[in-house]
């Protein structure tokens, strides 16, 4: 079945990196996501991945996925409290169908 | 010039009402959805429509009745309200639907069933 799995809480200081991990279920999925929602807002797409890649750099962030082992993560540097959020990894299983996990909460601590 | 846009932000409502949600997408995309997000903010697809045709129905009751007028439109009706039907629904479009495209999401309608 389709299923994605992260964990929900993640707490660091201002400054330091954080690291969101995911696991997903669906080895047919192209394309993985990190979606970012802020309080009381929708989700907005922060990066994708396509699934022949191991990795993507976009300003701070970094994405590496593992096809082997169906493991996504999200690595954000120099995190800033502006960054607190809900972190949702998601995968894109075509058929007008996007499964996302339940959500990471990160934490920014001044 | 907002993309995606719901009505109403908010809605208190009795046990047993009908309510209704509207959403609007002015980025000219096929295709449309309907997500629950509960309170543990578990992100559920409910609906996926295609050109005003209904693509994905992911177990809902049917006291929940997607309605597309047109591409760029996306209505949900619920009948007899239940608390369980406590959330926020986010309306979402997308270019055609493809694993590859990004989801547009609306700001969500937070529904309170008293």
């Known amino acids: 079945g389709e299923d994605v799995e992260q964990s929900l809480f993640l707490s660091v200081r201002e400054g330091d990196s954080s690291v969101i991990n995911c696991t997903y279920t669906?080895?047919?999925?192209?394309?993985l996501y990190w979606y970012k929602q802020e309080p009381g807002a929708g989700l907005q797409l922060l990066t994708y991945?396509?699934?022949?890649?191991d990795m993507k750099q976009d300003q701070r962030l970094t994405v590496l996925l593992n096809k082997k082992d169906k493991h996504l993560s999200l690595r954000i540097a120099d995190t800033q409290t502006g960054d607190s959020a809900i972190y949702f990894c998601?995968?894109?299983?075509?058929?007008?169908?996007?499964?996302f996990g339940a959500g990471t909460r990160l934490f920014v601590k001044a | 010039d907002t993309a995606v846009s719901q009505t109403p932000k908010y809605l208190v409502t009795q046990m047993g009402n009908d309510k209704s949600i509207k959403c609007e997408q002015n980025?000219?995309?096929?295709?449309m959805y309907w997500y629950k997000q509960d309170s543990k903010k578990f992100l559920k697809i409910m609906f996926s429509?295609?050109?005003?045709?209904?693509?994905i129905n992911e177990t809902v009751p049917n006291r929940f009745s997607p309605k597309s007028p047109d591409k760029a439109h996306l209505n949900l009706h619920i009948n007899s309200l239940e608390l369980g039907d406590s959330a926020v629904y986010f309306c979402?479009?997308?270019?055609?639907?493809?694993?590859?495209?990004?989801?547009?999401f609306g700001p969500g309608t937070r529904l309170l069933v008293l």
């Open positions: 998601a995968e894109g299983t075509g058929g007008f169908k996007t499964i």
């Open positions: 991945i396509f699934s022949n890649m």
């Open positions: 669906d080895s047919s999925s192209t394309y």
């Open positions: 429509y295609n050109n005003k045709e209904l693509i």
């Open positions: 979402a479009s997308s270019p055609s639907g493809g694993a590859q495209e990004t989801q547009y």
């Open positions: 980025l000219g995309h096929d295709t």
